[in-house]
């Protein structure tokens, strides 16, 4: 009366079982690998993002010492202003919080020492020093 199927489809409950066990280690081995990319995009991205700001005041100081004759580091408005020191905005620092201003730039004085609440970029303009406004250790060797 009942006849049993000869040819049954799906998996069994050992099949699923196991196959969720291989793909709850294959994450376990993945989701570290992708924090490490993650920290090195970031990384990568501010170190880029700070050259291109150590580029633009180097430039600025050499044109002002060839132009007239005396060389002078641009002030934190001259950063500020697109056209003068970078011919765009100023590039963002990735470390900074949503809530902060990644692409301001403020006085600074100490690598290590955040000035204000702003974030972004500290600017010495008496020595044409540009250091992330944080004070997260790695990022003031840069």
Request: hydrophobic share 40%.
């Amino acid at each position: 009366m009942f006849s049993r199927l000869t040819n049954p489809k799906g998996f069994t409950l050992i099949e699923l079982v196991i196959i969720i066990v291989v793909l709850g280690i294959l994450a376990a081995v993945a989701i570290p690998k992708y924090q490490d990319i993650t920290s090195e995009a970031k990384e990568a991205a501010g170190r880029a993002s700070l050259g291109a700001l150590r580029s633009g005041v180097t430039i600025f100081y050499a044109n002002a010492a060839v132009t007239t004759g005396t060389a002078s580091w641009p002030t934190v408005s001259d950063l500020g202003t697109i056209g003068t020191v970078m011919e765009q905005v100023i590039p963002e620092n990735p470390y900074q919080l949503d809530a902060n201003a990644s692409d301001s730039v403020v006085t600074g004085v100490t690598k290590g020492t955040i000035v204000g609440t702003r974030g972004g970029w500290a600017y010495n303009a008496s020595t044409g020093e540009v250091w992330p406004n944080t004070n997260t250790v790695g990022e003031n060797n840069w």
